[in-house]
């Protein structure tokens, strides 16, 4: 079909001279045409005479390439003229395309993800797990989408992040004595023994009695996901049970290199508050009285994921009289935590805890009021989400003597 440049020749009768110009760019047909044009008079290269019995004549001009040396140049090729009389031909104007248009337009276009973390419904179809009684375990580890392209960091960034972690956990603010009875230790998990604990967590929580998402009989929901080992923690009867109630499944044992870190923990806690000279009492052993771990609840917190105020209370009457400690781990994104004396968020204190931190609160400071108010996206090391695999969110251990 014909352009707008073409209408333009078709309508003026000075046109003609154009088609007569030697050395024309449309070959030496042409010009010998327009050599007997001269002699016959008004020919079929003047747009206004028409032959009825012409027969169409295609002209077809091949573009050329801007690129140099990407194709061979070619030549327009004319077919011979059949008859004087056949009317002029409609030749369509091909614009000059770019190097990669010409070569590329058979070649469906392939669009790049704009964010590493976005999702695309044709591509991934990522079926809601662990939302509530009956479905598959929830995975705490990342999903791999078809069509994102994934960029991974460096051995050598990874290793250097590393170094960093246990440069701060030898610092001075490493150990922090936030009030009677409670301890952080910062970055006191090795960057190693964070991949292990994430694994094994994961290798955990897809079995029998893994993550699933807590609700209560009035369809209320936790904003986490909850896995128990060694009894099972119901929220509706706010107790411990040997199995879980909508599907009697048996909580899993708690491994026991979990078990040696929460005693390393305990020690390093006793020997910074002997050290410390302690803050409200002399005796390290009756601040932070030591246990024996028999029970653990994992949360893993989403990067829109909270826990309100709240006190832990629904141990053995035996352990809570003892202050037994409650042993917290934080693998993956930051977590602002809130504790205090009442359960009133404005009245509370907060401190961020990051991947590797440990926090111990027993003795005058069990009974405390805590919680989760926000969950910091995109804080994780890069080990925790390129060796250990874990998804965007918070994994949260926390362990107590029944």
């Not at 960091?153 to 701060?168: M, P, T, V």
């Not at 936030?178 to 079995?207: A, S, T």
């Not at 929901?221 to 107790?239: A, E, Q, T, V």
């Given at each position: 079909?014909a352009g707008?440049?073409?209408?333009?020749?078709?309508?003026?009768?000075?046109?003609?001279s154009?088609?007569?110009?030697?050395?024309?760019?449309?070959?030496p047909?042409?010009e010998?045409r327009?050599s007997?044009?001269?002699k016959e008079g008004?020919?079929?290269?003047?747009?206004s005479?028409?032959?009825k019995?012409?027969?169409q004549q295609?002209?077809?001009?091949?573009?050329?390439?801007?690129?140099?040396?990407?194709?061979p140049?070619?030549?327009t090729?004319v077919?011979?003229?059949?008859?004087?009389?056949s009317?002029?031909?409609?030749?369509?104007p091909v614009?000059?395309?770019?190097?990669v248009?010409?070569?590329?337009?058979?070649?469906?276009?392939?669009?790049?993800?704009?964010?590493?973390?976005?999702?695309?419904t044709?591509?991934?179809?990522?079926?809601?797990?662990?939302?509530?009684?009956?479905?598959?375990?929830?995975?705490?580890?990342?999903?791999v989408?078809?069509?994102?392209?994934?960029?991974?960091?460096?051995?050598?960034d990874?290793?250097?992040?590393?170094?960093?972690a246990?440069?701060?956990?030898?610092?001075?603010?490493?150990?922090?004595h936030?009030?009677p009875?409670?301890?952080?230790?910062?970055?006191?998990?090795?960057?190693?023994?964070?991949?292990?604990?994430?694994k094994q967590?994961?290798?955990?929580?897809?079995?029998?009695?893994?993550?699933?998402?807590?609700?209560?009989?009035?369809?209320?929901?936790?904003?986490?996901r909850?896995?128990?080992?060694g009894?099972n923690?119901?929220?509706?009867?706010?107790s411990?049970?040997?199995r879980?109630p909508?599907?009697?499944?048996?909580?899993?044992?708690?491994?026991?290199?979990?078990?040696?870190?929460?005693k390393d923990a305990?020690?390093?806690a006793?020997?910074f508050?002997?050290?410390s000279?302690g803050?409200?009492?002399?005796?390290?052993?009756k601040?932070?009285?030591?246990?024996?771990?028999?029970?653990?609840?994992?949360n893993?917190?989403t990067?829109?994921?909270?826990l309100g105020?709240?006190q832990d209370?629904?141990?053995?009457?035996?352990?809570?009289?003892?202050?037994?400690?409650?042993?917290?781990?934080?693998?993956g994104d930051?977590a602002?935590?809130l504790?205090?004396d009442?359960r009133?968020?404005?009245?509370a204190s907060?401190?961020k805890?990051?991947?590797?931190?440990?926090?111990?609160?027993?003795g005058?400071?069990?009974?405390?009021?805590h919680?989760?108010?926000?969950?910091?996206?995109?804080?994780?090391?890069?080990?925790?989400?390129?060796?250990?695999?874990l998804?965007?969110?918070?994994?949260?251990?926390?362990?107590r003597?029944?």
């Amino acid at each position: 079909m014909a352009g707008t440049d073409d209408k333009r020749t078709l309508g003026s009768s000075s046109s003609s001279s154009r088609w007569r110009k030697p050395g024309a760019r449309y070959g030496p047909g042409l010009e010998k045409r327009s050599s007997e044009c001269q002699k016959e008079g008004p020919c079929s290269s003047s747009p206004s005479v028409w032959s009825k019995k012409a027969q169409q004549q295609m002209v077809t001009p091949v573009q050329q390439s801007k690129s140099e040396g990407s194709l061979p140049q070619t030549v327009t090729q004319v077919q011979p003229l059949k008859s004087v009389d056949s009317p002029p031909q409609m030749v369509t104007p091909v614009q000059p395309s770019e190097f990669v248009d010409s070569l590329c337009q058979m070649v469906a276009p392939v669009q790049i993800s704009d964010s590493l973390d976005s999702r695309s419904t044709s591509c991934t179809s990522e079926s809601v797990v662990g939302s509530g009684p009956g479905a598959a375990p929830f995975d705490i580890f990342r999903g791999v989408s078809k069509c994102s392209v994934e960029v991974k960091r460096s051995l050598l960034d990874i290793n250097r992040e590393k170094r960093r972690a246990k440069e701060l956990a030898k610092s001075a603010n490493a150990l922090q004595h936030l009030r009677p009875g409670m301890v952080l230790l910062k970055n006191f998990l090795k960057p190693d023994d964070q991949v292990k604990i994430i694994k094994q967590c994961r290798e955990l929580g897809v079995g029998t009695g893994g993550f699933y998402q807590p609700c209560y009989q009035d369809g209320a929901k936790l904003s986490l996901r909850m896995m128990c080992l060694g009894k099972n923690w119901d929220p509706d009867s706010s107790s411990y049970v040997d199995r879980r109630p909508f599907d009697g499944a048996q909580p899993p044992k708690i491994p026991e290199e979990l078990t040696k870190f929460v005693k390393d923990a305990i020690d390093a806690a006793h020997a910074f508050l002997k050290q410390s000279g302690g803050q409200g009492t002399s005796n390290p052993l009756k601040e932070i009285p030591p246990i024996s771990p028999d029970i653990c609840i994992v949360n893993f917190y989403t990067t829109a994921g909270k826990l309100g105020l709240h006190q832990d209370k629904d141990e053995t009457k035996n352990s809570l009289a003892k202050n037994l400690p409650v042993v917290s781990f934080s693998l993956g994104d930051t977590a602002e935590f809130l504790y205090g004396d009442t359960r009133d968020e404005a009245k509370a204190s907060k401190i961020k805890l990051e991947s590797g931190d440990v926090l111990i609160f027993g003795g005058q400071s069990r009974h405390i009021f805590h919680g989760v108010s926000t969950i910091t996206p995109k804080t994780a090391p890069t080990y925790v989400t390129e060796e250990a695999k874990l998804r965007p969110g918070r994994l949260n251990l926390t362990f107590r003597q029944y």
